[in-house]
């Protein structure tokens, strides 16, 4: 053995030896504070709290790992639970051995074992403490090697990072007032490079991943429109839809399809490792990650996160008065950030964030060449909180902590890693359409219809319970019977084709039980659907597209209705003379001639808006009438069509304006991305180089 490698392995020893003894100094200070707080705790000394820490820590390392498997069943269903419950029992032991320590009931017990792990964050934090370390090493490694010992290697990996919803302009924000200074060192220190690229049309998640990670996201007009072949409103928030979608567009070649892993995803990118990704949630010919199983038995993980948890749910309870007591406006309904809705932000911005942490790590040990994760916490805030509320920029915050926490992290992989931060676009602000004309596009289009023709509008599904649903049909699909099974007992009657669905799809699938047909299918002349400032009008009762000449003969004055509506800022067209015709209150724009008479409708909406359309209309469900709001490019206002604040889907704004932030050694091949496929060619030419090193 080498000089050199003797001397790392002294430092390393060295190292350990010192966080292990300001841990236990932690634990100390933290059984003491405790002692203070609880009064069903009492410890007679310094000495007694020392020798307590160290007995609790040995009764966890002597019996957790046994009593571990008979938690596992239960852990994942209560979100960890049960663990806590038997650390409390486990710290109820060691109080029986140590004189001068007592605890007085389960209860007491449970409330230590929380204030324990709360004291021991806030402090190993103030520290700048690696307390992941021993899991890293205790926990993953060990499990990483009993599947499969990792080969190391001077080849890189990469870990693509997509921050869901975050425009470059609001990264700049992040970035200069001190949000994110993880970032922020990676880009002044010459490692990265931040540029920007432009989505497509259609601006949401669906498109932009099925583009990222496939490389095609061709006939995605929407977050959800009309299938005119099967006559049914197509949703990108339904499980069942999203693995069709990606089986049309895979060709077997995705981002991800060498030995690469695809963590809280909508799509796979062929990846055959793969944890809570929508698309391959029933594919059982891909291995799925089941290091959040282990995560939820941890008592200190479950801890951890119950505290984060609560105060997210606490924040957002604030956060949302404080915004109507100072009459903030724009502010989201009461509806929409009232009810369940507070525990499901805690879900989407602590528990999805805290399982692709540690499933990344995980990834990293195991020395994975690719890994493609979404984080979704600042797109669902911001939507409801505003584009760049003090709300959304504290999520960065909390992101950008994770960063580091992944960049300690790869320092103990098996190979080094790059990181490539995205986000598949961006989000634009403003009052709604309802907010400000008192009506919803919906009805406005009702109106001009008039009673002989009737209006459906598109079914409001959310996105945030389709994580809530991947995630327990991934717990029910566990490797682990002992787990499935009760998880499945648990969610019978809210199970179909072997996924879980939960909120609104849940409500409908159990309504298409009792009721005949699909909730998707609409009887109805005319369906309006919603994707942000977006708008697609199909007329329901005809096979084809309708042209803009039988538009204007069987509604006449609809769409001169439109465009001269103050929150309309333009509607695109087939006509059966002259092509897609754009439209807008003071002239029209022929695309395929690329002719504009009047004022330009697409002013201000981009240089490349006239080829979005064009290929938008291009789509076999290309939309009758397609209909975008008013866009101010000076304030990056827009007037979304459904009720969220900070909306993406459509055109104006930022929302078309995400971002891309990779290692300045790379280059991207072009001066500018445009479009998603065009990003996926950029970001699959960088897995090819490193597997051919």
Not at 664 to 693: D, F, M, Y
Request: hydrophobic share 45%; proline share 4%; with cysteine.
């Amino acid at each position: 053995m080498s000089k050199s490698v003797q001397a790392s392995r002294k430092r390393e020893l060295l190292r350990f030896i010192v966080r292990l003894l300001v841990i236990w100094g932690i634990q100390v200070v933290g059984l003491l504070v405790m002692t203070w707080l609880l009064p069903g705790v009492s410890v007679d000394s310094l000495l007694t709290a020392v020798v307590a820490v160290a007995a609790i820590g040995l009764v966890n390392a002597l019996l957790w790992p046994m009593l571990s498997y008979l938690v596992l069943p239960f852990a994942v269903f209560t979100l960890g639970l049960l663990s806590l419950v038997l650390n409390a029992v486990l710290i109820q032991l060691a109080s029986a051995f140590v004189e001068g320590f007592d605890v007085a009931g389960l209860w007491n017990a449970v409330l230590l074992t929380v204030g324990l792990t709360a004291i021991n964050t806030i402090l190993s934090s103030l520290l700048t403490i690696d307390d992941d370390n021993s899991w890293y090493r205790n926990v993953v490694l060990r499990r990483i090697k009993r599947r499969k010992k990792p080969v190391e290697t001077d080849v890189p990996g990469v870990l693509f990072l997509e921050l869901d919803g975050l425009a470059r302009p609001v990264l700049e924000r992040a970035l200069e007032q001190g949000y994110m200074p993880t970032l922020a060192a990676w880009i002044e220190s010459g490692s990265h490079r931040l540029v920007g690229w432009e989505t497509d049309l259609s601006s949401q998640t669906s498109a932009s991943q099925a583009g990222i990670l496939h490389g095609n996201n061709h006939n995605i007009p929407a977050f959800r429109w009309w299938d005119r072949r099967r006559k049914e409103i197509i949703s990108s928030s339904s499980a069942k839809e999203v693995v069709a979608l990606e089986k049309d567009r895979s060709d077997g070649n995705g981002l991800l399809v060498k030995d690469g892993a695809s963590r809280g995803n909508l799509f796979s990118g062929d990846a055959p490792n793969v944890m809570l990704t929508a698309s391959t949630i029933t594919d059982f010919s891909r291995f799925h990650a089941t290091d959040f199983d282990v995560y939820f038995v941890n008592p200190y993980n479950f801890s951890r996160t119950l505290l984060l948890t609560i105060w997210e749910i606490l924040l957002e309870i604030w956060q949302f008065r404080q915004a109507r007591r100072k009459k903030v406006y724009p502010i989201s309904s009461r509806e929409k950030r009232g009810g369940v809705y507070p525990l499901l932000r805690a879900f989407t911005t602590v528990v999805m964030r805290e399982l692709n942490i540690y499933t990344l790590i995980g990834d990293m040990f195991a020395g994975v060449p690719s890994a493609y994760a979404t984080f979704v916490g600042y797109d669902e805030v911001a939507h409801h909180s505003g584009v760049e509320s003090e709300d959304a920029f504290q999520i960065l915050r909390k992101l950008d902590q994770q960063l580091a926490r992944l960049e300690g992290a790869a320092r103990h992989a098996p190979r080094p890693y790059r990181f490539v931060v995205l986000s598949d676009h961006g989000q634009s602000a403003g009052a709604t359409f309802k907010q400000r004309y008192q009506m919803t596009l919906e009805q406005f289009l009702q109106q001009l219809a008039t009673e002989k023709y009737h209006v459906v509008g598109s079914v409001d599904v959310h996105e945030d319970w389709g994580q809530v649903s991947a995630f327990f049909t991934e717990a029910m699909h566990s490797d682990q019977k002992a787990v499935s099974r009760p998880v499945g007992q648990a969610l019978k009657g809210r199970t179909s084709e072997n996924r879980v669905l939960l909120g609104p799809e849940g409500e409908q699938q159990r309504g298409q039980e009792k009721d005949t047909g699909t909730p998707e299918e609409v009887d109805s002349n005319i369906a309006v659907l919603a994707s942000g400032n977006l708008g697609l009008i199909y007329g329901t009762d005809v096979a084809e597209r309708a042209t803009l000449e039988e538009i204007e003969a069987v509604y006449p004055g609809l769409l001169d209705g439109l465009v001269q509506h103050e929150g309309i800022g333009f509607v695109m067209v087939h006509s059966e003379a002259h092509g897609p015709v754009v439209i807008g209150a003071g002239g029209k724009y022929y695309l395929t001639d690329d002719r504009v008479e009047g004022e330009n409708p697409l002013a201000g909406f981009g240089a490349n808006a006239a080829a979005h359309l064009r290929r938008t209309d291009s789509f076999p469900d290309a939309p009758d009438v397609l209909v975008n709001s008013f866009c101010n490019p000076e304030t990056n206002e827009v007037a979304a069509f459904e009720e969220l604040i900070g909306s993406h889907g459509g055109l104006g704004g930022w929302q078309t304006q995400p971002f891309l932030l990779y290692p300045a050694e790379w280059e991207t091949g072009q001066e500018e991305i445009v479009g998603a496929e065009a990003l996926h060619r950029v970001l699959k030419g960088w897995v090819k180089e490193l597997a051919s090193k």
